[in-house]
C-alpha cells in the first residue's frame, strides 16, 4: 500500500515550540478532554495533535502538532497551584483515589473551575476599578459650592461637614433624624 503525501508528512515524527522563554519552565503534563495540557510557569498551553483536528487528513498545511495557548497564568500562580495542579497530583489514576473513580471527569471539571475562578477574579477587579472611579467622580462632585456665605466667601459641602463635625466635638447639641429617646426628636449630649 503507497502513502499519499499528507500520510507520509502525519506519519513522521517532528518537534515544536511550546510559548516562549518568558513562558518559564515546562512543569507538567496532563491529558484533559483529548488534548495534552503543558502547565509552564506562568502559562498553560493545549496541544493536539494535527489527526484530531483534520481525522480525514484532507489538509495538508496543518502542522503535526498544534499548540494553542489557553491561560497566561501557569503553576507560578496561586490559582493554578489550588486547583489544576493541586488536581494533576490528586486524581493521578490510582494514587490516591480508588480506580473506579472518574479521573479524566475530575480532571476537566478542575480546569473548567480554574477557568472560572481566573474569570471571577477579573470580573472582580474590574468591578473594583469601576466602583472607585465611581466613587472618585462621587467625592469630586460634592465639593461643589452652594454659593457666598454672609462675608462673601463660597461655602462647599466639605466646610458643612467640617462645620458639623466641629459642632459635634464641642459638645454643641446639632439637630438628626428625630431620636425616638427624646420627645423633641434632638439628641441630648
Do not use: W
Not at 480506580?99 to 474569570?119: G, Q, R, W, Y
Not at 472607585?132 to 467622580?137: E, G, I, L, W
Not at 456665605?149 to 466646610?159: F, P
Amino acid at each position: 500500500m503507497t502513502k499519499t503525501p499528507i500520510d507520509i508528512k502525519r506519519d513522521s515524527g517532528g518537534f515544536v515550540h511550546i510559548g516562549t522563554l518568558e513562558d518559564g519552565a515546562v512543569r507538567t503534563m496532563v491529558e484533559i478532554d483529548g488534548s495534552l495540557f503543558i502547565i509552564k510557569e506562568k502559562a498553560i498551553y493545549a496541544v493536539q495533535q494535527a489527526d484530531q483536528i483534520d481525522p480525514k487528513r484532507t489538509n495538508i498545511a496543518l502542522p503535526n502538532i498544534i499548540p494553542r495557548p489557553d491561560l497566561s497564568e501557569g503553576s507560578d500562580s496561586e490559582l493554578v497551584g489550588k486547583t489544576l495542579m493541586t488536581a494533576v497530583t490528586m486524581f493521578d489514576k490510582g494514587k490516591f483515589l480508588p480506580n473506579e473513580f472518574d479521573h479524566a471527569k475530575a480532571l476537566s471539571l478542575s480546569l473548567d473551575v480554574l477557568k472560572t475562578m481566573i474569570a471571577m477574579r477579573a470580573g472582580a477587579t474590574e468591578f473594583k476599578a469601576a466602583q472607585q472611579k465611581a466613587y472618585a467622580r462621587a467625592m469630586s462632585a460634592s465639593i461643589r459650592t452652594f454659593g457666598p456665605s454672609s462675608n462673601g466667601e463660597t461655602v462647599s459641602t466639605r466646610s458643612v461637614r467640617a462645620f458639623g463635625n466641629g459642632c459635634q466635638n464641642r459638645g454643641l447639641p446639632l439637630l438628626k433624624y428625630p431620636h425616638k429617646d427624646t420627645p423633641s426628636g434632638r439628641r441630648s449630649n
